[in-house]
């Protein structure tokens, strides 16, 4: 059984989408739940349960994208005893502990292809089989399913989001709800504050309201409640408004940098007196001095010169023909 959890919210894009759940919730046909992260997909299939005519029978819920296909498949379709080691005992799926009541998939795209394929034939039929097991199993439930990706461009089995997608609620984003980031915040820095077991909250200062409402929120509404709660809870004076909204909680620290690996020094060259031949004749006294130092430090061995040089042996030998070094190594 489910009790109705409010979504607060006054915005056009959140009433439409209320009135979309309401018009939708009767129906016994699966639903897709289109959002990003933290738009309260979940809260969304409860309503959607609780206005439907199974609101007094079991709503289950399960993240597909939390569990790895062998654990999600044993616990959606449930297993018989000997399926695999450990297997002791038959263990009841999912969808039999929710037998005329509702399922919630969330993350849906995330389940295997051999899970979505067990799953279509429980939308069509209703039926399954146990992990390990041939007795096929009859359910009646309503499949209410959530994601944040577009499963039409991925690899998702196109004829089972066919049918998941009878209709789809779009969740919007906290940033498309226009006047709702006060309306939240205000619901969740009392509940703070009822939390911490202080009479009242003071309110938010204009620039603290004006921080929040500038906020791009990319985490959504999940991302708002944490920021509340988090800056309620660390606020100096309760009795006064709070005024430090607290967005990263990480602050100023950063990861250490990744020190590169020391690399050999190159010998260093010898001492090179200004010359009267200008830039280029500087430069090339550095070179070949350079050379020299090099050769006399691998003691004339022009491999190991070349790699303290970080040159290849042909290089080195140009240029040591180029300052006329070749003939005396």
Not at 18 to 30: D, E, F, G, N, W
Not at 45 to 57: D, G, H, V, Y
Not at 184 to 192: I, Y
Request: proline share 6%; charged share 20%.
């Amino acid at each position: 059984m489910v009790e109705l959890t409010n979504i607060i919210g006054e915005s056009p894009a959140i009433q439409a989408m209320l009135a979309h759940v309401s018009a939708l919730a009767p129906l016994q046909r699966p639903v897709l739940i289109l959002g990003e992260r933290g738009t309260g997909k979940e809260l969304i299939a409860n309503r959607l349960t609780f206005l439907s005519p199974r609101w007094n029978r079991p709503f289950l819920t399960i993240n597909c994208g939390s569990l790895s296909e062998s654990v999600l498949d044993s616990e959606l379709f449930g297993h018989e005893a000997g399926a695999f080691t450990g297997a002791i005992r038959r263990r009841a799926s999912r969808f039999e502990l929710a037998d005329g009541g509702t399922v919630f998939l969330d993350e849906i795209g995330n389940a295997s292809q051999a899970v979505q394929e067990k799953l279509l034939r429980v939308i069509e039929y209703g039926a399954f089989e146990r992990v390990g097991g041939n007795a096929t199993v009859q359910v009646d439930v309503r499949i209410i399913a959530g994601t944040n990706t577009d499963l039409r461009h991925t690899g998702f089995r196109a004829d089972l989001l066919d049918r998941l997608a009878f209709d789809v609620i779009l969740a919007p984003p906290l940033r498309e709800r226009a006047g709702d980031v006060m309306l939240l915040a205000r619901h969740f820095a009392a509940r703070m504050t009822a939390e911490l077991g202080r009479n009242f909250f003071s309110g938010f200062t204009q620039g603290a309201a004006d921080r929040l409402i500038a906020h791009d929120w990319p985490g959504n509404v999940r991302e708002l409640r944490n920021v509340v709660e988090r800056s309620v809870y660390r606020m100096d004076d309760p009795a006064k408004p709070l005024d430090d909204i607290i967005l990263d909680p990480f602050g100023t620290f950063s990861a250490p940098s990744v020190m590169p690996s020391p690399t050999p020094s190159l010998p260093a060259p010898a001492p090179v007196p200004p010359t009267p031949g200008g830039f280029r004749e500087a430069v090339n006294d550095y070179e070949r001095a350079l050379l020299q130092s090099a050769l006399g430090e691998a003691r004339f061995s022009q491999k190991h010169a070349a790699t303290a040089l970080g040159l290849s042996y042909h290089q080195l030998r140009g240029l040591l023909k180029k300052h006329g070094l070749h003939t005396s190594v």
